[in-house]
């Protein structure tokens, strides 16, 4: 009788068939043992494209991996962070802010006034209105490529109205009623479906290059690239609005979009051409005093970010009044600042507190500042843009990316308080955890500190529960900061992993002599190890396979690119994880940046991941992307990573992408100690990564230290080989037009056969096979898919080739045409697919594909997985397809099957022990079934396993494009 059986696996591998003799052996998709012409190519990778719509049902390749109204959803049931019971903390709800450049007041009281041309119209109550019947023409800055034009417009209570942009876009209600726009001289009726009162957002997408429009209403496409009202129009210069009595209009912005031609980095640029809330803003005036008006600031909770092209030169200005019924109560108020980045000044009271100069984390002691009854914490966060000398290949052409305050609180401490605790896993067995937590406690008293420090844990997520450990240790502590290191055995712990984070609760409290509670400090954290023993990577001593796209954030819509940047609002997060975690990815690289230098500190990214299951690779504000590596801030690396150690998602810190200048074995293993010690000093539990790009240190040491890639001697030093250094570098196998030559060779290439910007490859064999530390790749691959055009239609980036197109050459044989796109993320998808399964044969402890998501070189970068608008590309599915835990495939990447070529089945498994059946199916490209093979009751080792199965050939002769598809079935 046979076991019931479940499947678990779903793969497939696009191969030719071929009687040729020339054909047996590997076969390279483009290289040195190519069969193929590039025709040929191309048909294959159409055939690839058409089954893998298929496969992935994905028919038209318009998915939307996560769409934000999901993640803003998903975002209600998380969690807030628990707050202290005790403790006095103020500043954590919502503070005024506003953002304000000197004059601002009268240019926009100057722009107000050229809206009062005619007497049929007024403004009323900041919106612009129409008192009589009439008509209001406002010429603007001439837009002649592309353009975007936003209104709020009285939609359904306006009689009747036309709205013209030069007559390159008409739309309006008639006196009938009808709501109409007008294509090439004609109108077109629609009906829209929302009946909602006030005003209504409209936008239009003006195309000048090819004479079309996108016309808007409440976010709903209505006119999808429609030819212009008027053909004839090249250019937009004139606005013109009709209405009748009580015609209502409000927030009206235009954004011009410039072709640029001198580098493909950066193909067009921004700029608002028309902005308008027919308001004028009160000048600044002495707006850190308690007495300021500011009644016209706008409200939120912190973060708050400014910037972009829009707001340039305006800096963020924040006020928050608090009450404090006697300050004699308290020694120390204790103002903590996440990050004001750039830079910023805190005031108290009108007094200049601290001048704050990077975004490094903020703690400063301000109780001399404060008085009874009400205070006013005002702080300036200065206006950023991106120095000339910083800008990098990367960098949007909006240079002004969001400057902001991250979030504050205001601790008011007595004379005995808990200033810090960190707590991690110092080990884990089958039946219990060992968790240490360290709690640093100050005592101000003249005399000694008795009474009782108390430590328990809880559990917190996604279920609360019951006390599982507890202790009390009494303390006679003299007038200085004080470290007790406690540790707390935990019985049948619940483990945090990516796929099951499980979160406790950490509360410490300071009791004095009569047992009352008088400072508390609360944490979360999860119980979970990090190691890499026998140079494997293992979370809870069990092998682990860290499957991490890169972020960079770079987010839509154009209009935020540069000021959601580095703080993006919290949904925005929320749905790049759960793109992450629903191709089955189990990580995050942050690569969050703007420029040479500077990255991001953000803890919320940190509090996220921990309660949706990911492992982050994390960079800090302090994190560099090229330039000497001694431009490092070593010390705000520290202070960064001490805001956010508690975290389990956190894996690995690293402090740079891919630094230049190393300066030889000398400035490595400086470097290497300057990164090192300070993070020991704090956290000891996390690996450590100096630089994601081992590549451009040149001369590259041996894992081992004793000698470089040159065959130099070296004298060994024992910083390169400490126990948290991990190894990882950017083995781009497929990248920048590499031929499949270095896919198949890999890693033992000659010199023709290397990467482009690969000097040499010699070092990977030495870091793969190190028994002590694990080896990552943190970036993959670097090979380009064009985005499905017809989601973009009007928009900037439409049709703008990329930089990276001329990689098609290398790696196909030609460039691909727009109308070719489905073929570019064919050859993406199929790269991306064969070089991840070649990582995990070859036993690498992990992968990062840069990047998640479209959006950097101002939306025309085309490695990422994702479009600039969400939708998946063919390679987002087909990492979704490597990713899974267990997959199978061929034992090689030969794409053109000879007559004497046999296929040997392997299968990948990462977790538990597993007995599980194997079919392959031969296919034709629209699905249909030409012979199965079975493979029956295959044992799956745990850990990181390979099964490797006995080879095949199917028995049909056929010849052309197959599938094969591999179905793993497991046994129950």
């Known amino acids: 009788m046979e076991m019931p059986a479940q499947m678990i696996s779903k793969s497939f591998e696009m191969r030719a068939f071929s009687k040729s003799l020339a054909t047996d052996g590997e076969t390279d998709f483009k290289g040195k043992t190519e069969t193929f012409t590039t025709k040929e190519r191309v048909a294959f990778l159409n055939d690839y494209a058409n089954y893998g719509k298929l496969f992935w049902d994905d028919k038209k390749l318009n998915k939307e991996v996560y769409p934000l109204e999901n993640a803003q959803k998903l975002l209600k049931n998380l969690k807030p962070r628990p707050v202290s019971k005790v403790r006095n903390r103020l500043l954590t709800d919502e503070w005024l802010y506003k953002g304000y450049k000197a004059n601002k007041e009268i240019k926009e009281a100057e722009e107000l006034n050229k809206w009062k041309s005619t007497e049929d119209i007024q403004i009323e109550n900041s919106e612009l209105v129409f008192v009589k019947e009439g008509e209001l023409t406002r010429a603007v800055d001439t837009q002649n490529w592309r353009c975007r034009f936003e209104v709020d417009i009285d939609l359904f209570q306006s009689k009747s109205f036309s709205l013209s942009l030069d007559n390159c876009a008409e739309i309006g209600k008639d006196t009938s009623g009808k709501y109409y726009y007008v294509v090439n001289g004609k109108k077109v009726y629609f009906t829209p479906k929302s009946n909602a009162s006030g005003l209504i957002p409209v936008k239009i997408d003006l195309d000048f290059t090819t004479h079309r429009y996108n016309l808007y209403i409440e976010d709903r496409l209505i006119a999808d690239y429609t030819a212009f009202s008027d053909s004839t129009q090249n250019a937009f210069s004139t606005l013109v609005i009709k209405g009748q009595k009580g015609l209502k209009i409000d927030n009206i912005l235009g954004i011009g979009y410039k072709k640029l031609d001198a580098d493909a980095h950066y193909p067009f640029e921004i700029n608002t051409f028309i902005d308008e809330d027919f308001s004028v803003s009160k000048a600044i005036g002495d707006w850190n005093s308690l007495a300021y008006d500011d009644s016209d600031w706008q409200s939120n909770k912190l973060p708050v970010v400014h910037g972009g092209e829009r707001y340039k030169g305006e800096d963020l200005y924040l006020r928050k009044t608090i009450n404090i019924k006697n300050i004699k109560e308290y020694k120390t108020a204790n103002l903590y600042i996440e990050s004001l980045t750039p830079s910023g000044i805190v005031y108290v009271n009108g007094v200049t507190v601290e001048v704050i100069h990077d975004a490094g984390p903020v703690n400063i002691d301000i109780s001399k500042y404060l008085r009874s009854g009400n205070n006013l914490i005002a702080i300036k966060v200065d206006a950023y843009q991106v120095a000339p000398d910083q800008i990098m290949t990367h960098t949007s052409t909006d240079v002004h990316t969001g400057w902001f305050a991250g979030r504050i609180h205001l601790d008011l401490l007595k004379n005995a308080y808990i200033k810090d605790v960190f707590t991690y896993t110092d080990s884990i067995s089958d039946t219990q955890a060992e968790q240490i937590i360290k709690v640093t406690y100050r005592n101000l008293n003249e005399d000694r500190f008795k009474g009782k420090l108390r430590i328990s844990m809880a559990p917190w997520f996604p279920n609360e529960g019951n006390v599982v450990a507890f202790k009390e240790i009494s303390l006679n502590a003299i007038p200085i900061d004080k470290l007790n290191i ?85 949904e925005y997060l929320v749905q790049e994880m759960m793109m992450v975690k629903n191709m089955n990815g189990n990580g995050i690289r942050m690569s969050v940046h703007d420029s040479k230098t500077g990255g991001i500190n953000d803890p919320r990214i940190a509090e996220l991941a921990d309660q949706l299951g990911l492992m982050l690779i994390w960079q800090t504000s302090a994190w560099i992307r090229q330039g000497n590596v001694f431009n490092i801030d070593f010390e705000r690396f520290q202070a960064d990573a001490k805001v956010v150690r508690n975290h389990p998602s956190i894996i690995i810190w690293q402090s740079a992408n891919h630094p230049y200048s190393w300066y030889g074995w000398e400035g490595i293993t400086t470097t290497y100690k300057k990164i090192y010690e300070p993070i020991v000093a704090i956290d000891s539990s996390r690996l450590i990564s100096p630089s994601a790009d081992m590549r451009i240190m040149y001369d590259i040491p041996n894992d081992e230290g004793t000698k470089d890639n040159s065959g130099n001697i070296l004298t060994p030093d024992p910083i390169w080989t400490a126990p948290l250094i991990t190894r990882g570098s950017m083995d781009y196998i497929g990248g920048y037009g590499a031929e499949w030559t270095t896919l198949r060779k890999w890693p033992f290439l000659e010199k023709d056969e290397r990467p482009l910007y690969y000097e040499t490859n010699e070092f990977q064999t030495s870091f793969l096979n190190s028994r002590d530390r694990a080896y990552f790749n943190f970036e993959q691959d670097e090979s380009i898919g064009q985005p499905n055009w017809s989601l973009s239609k009007g928009k900037p980036w439409y049709h703008v080739p990329s930089y990276e197109w001329d990689y098609d050459i290398g790696s196909i044989g030609r460039r691909l045409e727009f109308n070719e796109w489905e073929a570019s993320q064919a050859w993406q998808a199929l790269i991306a697919y064969e070089t991840l399964k070649k990582n995990r044969l070859m036993d690498y402890d992990g992968i990062s594909w840069c990047n998640l998501r479209g959006g950097p070189n101002t939306a025309t970068y085309q490695k990422p997985l994702i479009d600039y608008l969400g939708f998946a590309k063919l390679a987002y599915h087909s990492h979704n397809m490597g990713f899974q835990d267990i997959v199978a495939g061929s034992d090689n990447v030969d794409v053109v099957y000879g007559p004497n070529d046999m296929i040997t089945p392997v299968i990948m498994n990462i977790g538990e022990a597993r007995k599980v059946n194997l079919t392959v199916q031969l296919k034709t490209p629209n699905g249909k079934i030409v012979e199965t093979k079975k493979f029956s009751n295959i044992s799956l080792e745990q850990g990181r396993s390979i099964n490797k199965l006995k080879p095949f050939r199917f028995s049909s002769k056929r010849t052309g494009n197959y599938v094969v598809e591999y179905i793993v079935y497991e046994l129950k």
Do not use: H, M
């Not at 796929?499 to 954290?525: A, H, R, S």
């Not at 682990?544 to 972020?551: G, N, R, T």
């Open 486 to 570: 406690t540790k707390l055995i935990i019985e049948n712990a619940k483990l945090w992993t990516a796929d099951d984070p499980q979160l406790y609760l950490v509360k410490t409290e300071l009791l004095n002599e009569k047992g009352e509670v008088i400072d508390d400090y609360v944490v979360t954290t999860g119980i979970r190890t990090i190691s890499q023993q026998g140079g494997t990577f293992q979370i809870n001593n069990k092998p682990e396979f860290l499957k991490a796209p890169l972020l960079f954030g770079n987010r839509a819509p154009l209009e935020k690119i540069a000021q959601w940047d580095k703080c993006p609002p919290l």
